[in-house]
C-alpha cells in the first residue's frame, strides 16, 4: 500500500511539472506573438487611402498589430463612426478638415500623426492651362468648408482670384476680393466633381477622387498645389483614447520603409508620403 501510495504521488508530480512546463511554453508563446484582444477598426475612404492602409495592415501585423479596414465612399462618415465608437481611428482627411468637423464639437477627435499627401489639383476638358479661360468660365469647387478654402488657395495661387488678407485655410467666396475673369464657382460634394468635369470650364478635385476617374495630377492637371502645402493627412482618434500604446505600433507600421517604397510605386507621384 505504501509503495502504490508513493507511486501515485510520483505520477502526480510528474503530471504537475509536465503541466507547469506546457503553461510555460503557451505563456511564451502567446508572448512572442503578441496579444490583442480584437483588431483596431480604421475607416478610410475607398481608393488610395484603402490601398495605403492594406499595406499598413500587412507591416502592422507582423508586429502583432492586427487592422480591420473599413472602407467608406464620403468624407463625413468616417469622423461620425469614430465619434460614435464604432471605430477605433480613422485615416482619410487632412488637418484642416479634422479641425473644421472638431469646430462645434464637444469632444473632439485629436491627429496622433501624419500620413499622405494627395495634392489637390485643377483639371478641364475643354482648355489646356488655365491663361485660356474665358470671362465667366464656370468653375467646380468642393462645398465642404475646408476643401472649399483649399481649392480657392491653389486658384489665388496661379492668379485666377485674390482673397482676403491672403486667403486661409477655412476662406469662402466671401472671401474673394478680386475676380479679374468673373470666374461663377459651382460647389458640389466632392465626389461629385470628377463626374461634372465634363459641364463645367474648370473643375478643382480632391487627388482620390481624381484617380478614380483615371486622372493624375502629375500627368492631367492644368495646375497642382505646391508641395508644402498645409494639407498633409493624418490619423485621427478620440480624444479620451489618444494615448493607447497600440498607436504608436501603428504609427510604426505606416512610417516605415516598406509603406513609403509601396506609395512611391504604386501611385506615380501622385500621392506622397509625408515622413
Given amino acids: 500500500m505504501r509503495i502504490r501510495n508513493l507511486f501515485n504521488l510520483g505520477v502526480l508530480a510528474l503530471c504537475l511539472v509536465l503541466l ?100 489637390i489639383a485643377m483639371y478641364s476638358d475643354r482648355y489646356r492651362d488655365t491663361d485660356s479661360l474665358p470671362n465667366g468660365a464656370q468653375v467646380a469647387i468642393p462645398n465642404d468648408p475646408s476643401n472649399g478654402g483649399r481649392a480657392l488657395l491653389l486658384l489665388q495661387e496661379k492668379g485666377l482670384l485674390k482673397l482676403r488678407d491672403g486667403g486661409t485655410v477655412t476662406s469662402s467666396l466671401a472671401d474673394i476680393v478680386e475676380n479679374p475673369k468673373d470666374l461663377h464657382f459651382l460647389e458640389l460634394d466632392a465626389a461629385q466633381i470628377p463626374r461634372s468635369l465634363h459641364d463645367t470650364d474648370l473643375a478643382v478635385i480632391n487627388t482620390n477622387y481624381a484617380l478614380e476617374v483615371g486622372l493624375n495630377p502629375s500627368r492631367d492637371a492644368l495646375a ?39 506609395v512611391l510605386e504604386n501611385f506615380n507621384g501622385s500621392i506622397l508620403p509625408a515622413w
Fill in 20 to 119: 507547469a512546463g506546457c503553461g510555460s511554453s503557451d505563456k511564451q508563446e502567446n508572448t512572442a506573438i503578441g496579444t490583442q484582444a480584437r483588431p483596431l477598426k480604421i475607416g478610410v475612404t475607398a481608393g488610395p487611402h484603402a490601398a495605403v492602409i492594406d499595406k499598413v495592415k500587412e507591416v502592422a501585423e507582423k508586429d502583432g498589430l492586427y487592422i480591420q479596414v473599413v472602407e467608406f465612399t464620403d468624407f463625413v462618415t468616417p469622423n461620425v463612426a469614430l465619434q460614435q465608437g464604432d471605430l477605433d481611428a480613422n485615416s482619410f482627411q487632412h488637418a484642416p478638415y479634422l479641425a473644421n468637423f472638431n469646430k462645434d464639437q464637444k469632444e473632439p477627435l485629436v491627429d496622433i500623426g501624419q500620413t499622405i499627401l494627395l495634392p
Fill in 224 to 262: 497642382v498645389e505646391s508641395t508644402d502645402s498645409p494639407y498633409t493627412n493624418i490619423i485621427a482618434v478620440r480624444g479620451d483614447e489618444k494615448d493607447r500604446p497600440e498607436w504608436q505600433q501603428l504609427l510604426r507600421a505606416f512610417h516605415s520603409d516598406a509603406v513609403r517604397q509601396f
